[in-house]
């Protein structure tokens, strides 16, 4: 297999721009939230162009405190963003959230990269840092769906255990259709680089299957977590 990954120019980058513009102009014709969306894709542009530089440089330094920087600042910043469902309720949760976060995607990212993976230093950033984000952004998603379901539950019927449940179950609708999907519908996105880079199929599919478990494990502890934590706080977002 070819393992040159095609350069994709700036002229040719720019295509993918036309079906998110389309969608743009769909909800402003639909009088929705477009500015939001425009927002969204700047601050993917700008995030993305900083991190590209910053991730060489992190790779060339090969340091284990500039990794545990990086893998904290993670921690932080998903656990705010994903109360961002329930925005007058941040102050008041913030630390839970935090807490279940650094927990749950914590044990299973430790658990990839020294059982599964066994990296050697711990902290190998080209292994480290793409694994943490997978980890804490899956588990931020899940633990936003939970909060906004858990909170609309108990505006509804204020019974915890009830609200727990039906919150828990749709945090893990996304990765349970990502398990039915995968292979059938999609081929998702380390495993899709792995192929471009030239990788064996079969290997690919080996590290594919742990991220798919490394997600969906990290996903569930951090929102059973969460949705314990709450168990007082009456979350109504009132």
Same mark, same amino acid.
Request: hydrophobic share 55%; net charge positive.
């Given at each position: ?10 002229? %040719? ?7 998110? /513009? ?8 639909? $009088? ?7 927002? =969204? ?6 995030? /993305?162009s900083i991190i590209g530089y910053l991730l060489a440089y992190i790779f060339k330094s090969d $340091? ?8 904290a600042i993670m921690i932080f910043a998903s656990s705010w963003i994903a109360l961002g469902t ?22 299973? /990212?430790?658990?990839? &990269?020294?059982?599964?993976? %066994?990296?050697?230093p711990w902290y190998l950033p080209h292994y480290m840092i793409p694994l943490a984000g997978m ?27 009830? =609200?727990?449940?039906? =919150? ?18 999609? /081929? ?16 690919? =599919? ?25 168990? &007082?706080?009456?979350? &109504?977002?009132?």
């Amino acid at each position: 297999m070819n393992s040159m990954v095609q350069t994709i120019s700036l002229v %040719n980058l720019t295509l993918s721009f036309f079906p998110v /513009l389309a969608v743009a102009l769909i909800l402003w014709r639909w $009088s929705l939230h477009y500015l939001n969306a425009l927002y =969204a894709l700047s601050r993917m542009l700008v995030q /993305l162009s900083i991190i590209g530089y910053l991730l060489a440089y992190i790779f060339k330094s090969d $340091s284990a405190l500039i990794v545990a920087a990086v893998v904290a600042i993670m921690i932080f910043a998903s656990s705010w963003i994903a109360l961002g469902t329930i925005s007058r309720q941040r102050g008041k949760l913030y630390g839970k959230a935090l807490c279940s976060i650094a927990l749950g995607g914590g044990v299973v /990212l430790a658990i990839i &990269t020294e059982g599964v993976l %066994n990296l050697h230093p711990w902290y190998l950033p080209h292994y480290m840092i793409p694994l943490a984000g997978m980890v804490f952004a899956n588990a931020m998603n899940s633990l936003s769906l939970s909060a906004e379901r858990f909170s609309a539950e108990m505006k509804i019927n204020p019974d915890y255990r009830k =609200a727990r449940n039906i =919150a828990f179950n749709a945090s893990l609708i996304p990765n349970i259709n990502s398990l039915f999907a995968v292979g059938l519908v999609s /081929l998702p996105g380390m495993m899709t680089g792995q192929i471009l880079s030239g990788v064996d199929p079969l290997i690919a =599919a080996r590290y594919q299957i742990m991220v798919m478990c490394m997600i969906f494990g990290a996903a569930g502890i951090s929102s059973a977590i969460f949705l314990t934590l709450i168990r &007082t706080d009456g979350l &109504t977002d009132r």
